[in-house]
């Protein structure tokens, strides 16, 4: 089974200052339709989780232009430009390439 | 409005079944392959179980294979699980997630539109 380690696990940010989120997958996720198949997701509080971004680096439908992702392989990076108030919540990394789909341990964010 | 409901949970005995379900609209459900994904208290998402659009392919956890049975009936756009032989870890939030390309080749694609979740507590 595929294993997703994520790095930080807590993430205190002042608003306006960049965030990043590092996800590491225990082998390749890597398609030979030349996609990687990693996922990102965010729940914010008392919310289910919602689709962030899929295939490394498309965000989802209404996902504003300061989260960016990006990797290949095996290393992953989610990246917010400038923090926002309402981007609190945990942060998870899934791959979606083989059975069966894993999320990483999940990365808090929190406003200082 | 595309939106997933479930229902059916509720506090159950360890040993015990429960029938978990969730109703799609907004959407041609029969197109998509559906999942399970669950949230014990204060902990992380865990993939349960997928179902393909076609019901011809159905993948398990190694944690509920041979406990937990998935199914679908497209004409009521509804997806369901089977629990069997429940365990106190078992107890978690689980939600309905739907995949985001219909008809995806693969076994396994990004969960594009999730339910709120039903609680399932399994406890003596």
């Known amino acids: 089974d595929i294993v997703m380690t994520q790095s930080p696990l807590s993430l205190p940010v002042t608003p306006g200052e960049p965030a990043s989120i590092s996800c590491r997958s225990s082998q390749s996720l890597l398609r030979s339709n030349g996609y990687n198949y990693l996922d990102w997701y965010v729940q914010k509080p008392g919310q289910s989780p919602q689709l962030l971004i899929y295939l490394v680096s498309t965000r989802a439908s209404g996902v504003p232009d300061r989260f960016s992702g990006s990797g290949s392989g095996t290393d992953f990076t989610l990246k917010i430009s400038r923090v926002e108030a309402e981007d609190v919540g945990v942060y998870y990394c899934m791959q979606s390439l083989q059975t069966p789909p894993a999320f990483g341990q999940g990365t808090k964010l929190e406003i200082k | 409005e595309v939106q997933l409901v479930e229902s059916g949970g509720g506090l159950v005995k360890p040993g015990g079944s429960l029938r978990l379900s969730c109703s799609g609209s907004g959407f041609i459900f029969s197109r998509y392959s559906m999942n399970w994904v669950r949230q014990a208290p204060g902990k992380g998402l865990e993939w349960v179980s997928s179902i393909r659009w076609n019901s011809d392919n159905l993948y398990y956890a190694d944690s509920v294979k041979g406990r937990f049975s998935i199914s679908r009936d497209n004409t009521k756009s509804s997806l369901y699980l089977q629990m069997y032989s429940l365990r106190p870890e078992d107890t978690a939030v689980y939600y309905c997630?739907?995949?985001?390309?219909?008809?995806?080749?693969?076994?396994?694609?990004?969960?594009?539109?999730w339910g709120r979740g039903t609680m399932v507590t399994v406890s003596s």
């Open positions: 997630a739907r995949d985001r390309v219909p008809g995806a080749g693969g076994p396994h694609d990004a969960f594009d539109v």
